[in-house]
C-alpha cells in the first residue's frame, strides 16, 4: 500500500503561530492564516513583494530598527545554514485601515533554513510569535512597574544586539588576523617549469571555521616531489597556529624520510606534544616523475583523486590509517606504490570540498569523479577553478577547503 500524499501547503496552514516562506532574496512564497490575521495583511499583499516593501520601519521613529535587525538574522542565516533566534523586537506595524498611522508592536522572531540536497539554502522559514497584547496586559494589570517592565525588555534586547554586533566584530577582526597568518603560512610554491601545479586556499563564510586546512609541496632530488594536505580539528587563530607548526614539521620530516609513510609517522610522534593536534587528518604523497609512480600514505583523510587522461578517475584510498594522535600507542603507517601515466592529473583536496551535513562521504566522492570527468582536459588552474565552482555551496561552504591539482 502507497503513503499517502502529504499536502504541504495545507500543513503550512494549519500550523499554530505566524510562519511565512521566504526565497532567499527575501520575498513572499507563502505565509499561513495566522501570519496573514496578525500582521493585518491578505496573501494577496504578500506573495511575490520583497519582504521590506510591505514590513518597512517605522519612518517617524529614526531610531527604529527592526527591519534592519530582521534582515541581519535572515542575512546570517543565508550565509551559514543555521537557524537564527532573534531576541524581542519592537517592529511597528503600519495600519491598512488608517494609511500614515504606525502601530507600536513586538514580535519575537525565528529565521531557520531550508536546504537542498547541495547544502544550499532554497526557502527560509521566518516563523514569528507576537507579544504586543502580553506586554499590554502586563501594563494593564501593574500599571509603571509593567511599563517599566516594558521598557527594560526593550533596552535589554536593544543592549543585547549591540554585544552581539561587538561579537560580530570581534569575530570579524579574528578572521581577518586568521586569513592573514594563513596566506603567510601557505605561499604559493615555487616549483620548476614541467610541474604544472595549482593551489587553492577558500576560507569558510563564518567567521570562526578558518583556518585548519593546509598543503604543503616540497622538492625533492631525482625528479621527485613530496605533496600533502592536513586538516586541524579546530578553527581559528588558535587552529592556524596549529596547522602552521604540522605544516612545517611534516615538510622537514619529507625531506629526510624515506616515503610518506614514514614522514606521517614521525608527524605523529610530533603531534602528541602539539596541544589541539589530536585528531588532525593528513596526506601525503610522494610523486616519482622518472619511474611514473606515486607512493602514498594517509591519516585519517580523504582520498586523493587521480584523473586518467581519459577521464577515469581513480581514489587513492589503499593506505588509509587512524588520523594523528588517535592511537593510544605509536606504530607503523601504511603506503602503497601507485603508477601513472603521462597527461594524468593527481588532486588532493580537504574535507571541505566533498563533505555536505547529513550526507555518506561516498556521495560527496561521486560529485568530485563526475566534476572531475567532465573537467578533464582543462589545464591545472582552470581545473582547480572548476572544481570549486561544481563543488561548494553558492552561499558559501561552513568548513575552508585546501586543493591541489598537478598534471603529472
Known sequence: MSEPAIDYRAVLQALPGMVALLTPELVYVDANADYMRNS????????GRYLFDVFPNNPNDPAATGAGNLEASLRRVIATGERDTMALQRYDVESLQRPGRWEQRYWSPINAPVLDAEG?????????EE???????????????????????YTRSRELQEVNERLRQAHAREREVALALQDAMLPVPHLADHHQTAVRYQPAVGALNVCGDWYD????????LAVAVGDVVGH????????????????AASRVSAG??????????????????????????HIDWPALSLTYSSAGHPPPALLREGGAVAFLDRATDPPLGARPEHGSRPQVRQEFAGGDTLVLYTDGLIERRGEDIDVGLGRLARSLATHRALAPERLADALLHDLLPVAGATDDTALVVIRL
Do not use: F, K
Open 40 to 47: 493585518g495583511r491578505t496573501r494577496e499583499d504578500l506573495v
Open 120 to 128: 544550499r539554502v532554497v526557502l527560509l522559514v521566518h516563523r514569528v
Open 131 to 153: 507579544v504586543t497584547e502580553l506586554i499590554r496586559a502586563r501594563g494593564r494589570a501593574a500599571g509603571d512597574r509593567a511599563r517599566v517592565l516594558e521598557a527594560e525588555l
Open 217 to 224: 609541496l616540497v622538492e625533492l632530488p631525482g625528479e621527485r
Open 236 to 251: 581559528g587563530l588558535a587552529a592556524a597556529g596549529v596547522m602552521g607548526q604540522l605544516r612545517s614539521a611534516l615538510s
Open 260 to 285: 610518506p609513510a614514514q614522514a606521517l609517522e614521525a608527524l605523529g610522534l610530533y603531534a602528541r606534544s602539539v596541544n589541539g593536534a589530536e585528531s588532525t587528518t593528513a596526506v601525503s604523497v
